[in-house]
């Protein structure tokens, strides 16, 4: 799963998906300009047979156009035969002809082949294992903004590849990648909030990321926040300050008058020693009326809970 992570293959959705060849003539002057030696109708074609647009779907025929644009130095072919490469699709799987095309691809500055050889580099395939040359890569490519990289670069830092370990670094990074969507960094960024590794330890904080990893259907933040499809446990919403304005099936309708705060809808799974782990949470602003719209269970029992108010889902405020 790691792996998979780490390997940024995006083929089919950022390269193979610029196809502009529509129509049949189209593509019959991508050939003709193809066969002239035109570089950009060369990749368009391997495009086209690709994808199966308006011409017999061919990875071999594919990776043919691809590798004639590529050996005239066009970048996204270059990284389209290092995926093909690596993968095995069209060519035979071959390390050594990946790392050939990504590093040329990554030296012309294509950020996905620079993840993708820094992850290469990481795992030793068809190169000498190297770590200071994977971090190089991830961090190059991080640098342009690519979310699985600026993870691959916190991965690297929390333990220690390639680089002095360093929590706050990792942190730094995860959070970039968190904050593009990422779900294993929202699961990360959850981990060191609730560890204090990194940075102070903030139960909330770490509530919020493993939410966020959850509703992309991250398996380890499910169960960190109690949603596996085996959890029956009834649902509490804890409010540190404000008013109930109301209160039925499905919604909880809040006042936020005394400050800023963050609200939790908490099931009785307990995560830590002293709290209990959220199903939903948000943050809002004093003065706001807000709606909780949460997943109701008529069974939910009469639940009291030290340091703040619980609103129980069935009869109200306790």
Excluded at 2 to 29: D, H, P, R, Y
Excluded at 164 to 184: D, I
Excluded at 291 to 318: L, P
């Amino acid at each position: 799963m790691l792996k998979k992570i780490l390997l940024c293959v995006l083929c089919s959705t950022l390269l193979f998906g610029s196809v502009q060849a529509e129509t049949q003539q189209e593509i019959q002057t991508l050939q003709i300009a193809a066969d002239k030696g035109d570089v950009k109708s060369q990749k368009k074609l391997g495009d086209a047979y690709y994808s199966g647009t308006n011409v017999n779907k061919s990875h071999s025929e594919a990776a043919k156009w691809y590798r004639l644009a590529a050996e005239q130095g066009d970048v996204e072919a270059q990284y389209s035969l290092g995926v093909m490469s690596y993968t095995g699709i069209g060519v035979p799987l071959d390390y050594t002809e990946a790392i050939k095309w990504y590093r040329l691809a990554a030296e012309q500055g294509l950020a996905t082949a620079q993840n993708n050889l820094g992850t290469m580099y990481r795992f030793g395939e068809g190169v000498t294992e190297n770590h200071v040359e994977a971090l190089k890569w991830y961090r190059l490519a991080a640098d342009q903004g690519v979310s699985v990289s600026q993870f691959n670069v916190g991965w690297m830092y929390k333990n220690g590849l390639g680089c002095t370990q360093n929590n706050t670094e990792a942190l730094k990074w995860f959070n970039r990648s968190a904050e593009k969507g990422l779900a294993k960094a929202q699961f990360s960024l959850g981990e060191m909030y609730e560890n204090g590794i990194g940075i102070k330890r903030n139960k909330m904080l770490a509530m919020k990321w493993y939410h966020k990893a959850a509703e992309q259907g991250d398996t380890g933040a499910q169960k960190k926040i109690g949603l596996s499809t085996q959890r029956t446990e009834p649902n509490v919403l804890m409010v540190s300050a404000g008013n109930l304005v109301s209160i039925s099936k499905g919604q909880v309708i809040l006042n936020i008058q005394n400050k800023d705060q963050l609200f939790v809808i908490n099931t009785k799974t307990k995560l830590f020693n002293d709290d209990y782990s959220p199903i939903s949470m948000g943050a809002f602003k004093k003065g706001e009326v807000v709606k909780v719209i949460y997943n109701y269970n008529s069974n939910v029992a009469n639940e009291v809970k030290k340091g703040g108010i619980h609103i129980n889902t069935a009869t109200g405020v306790q």
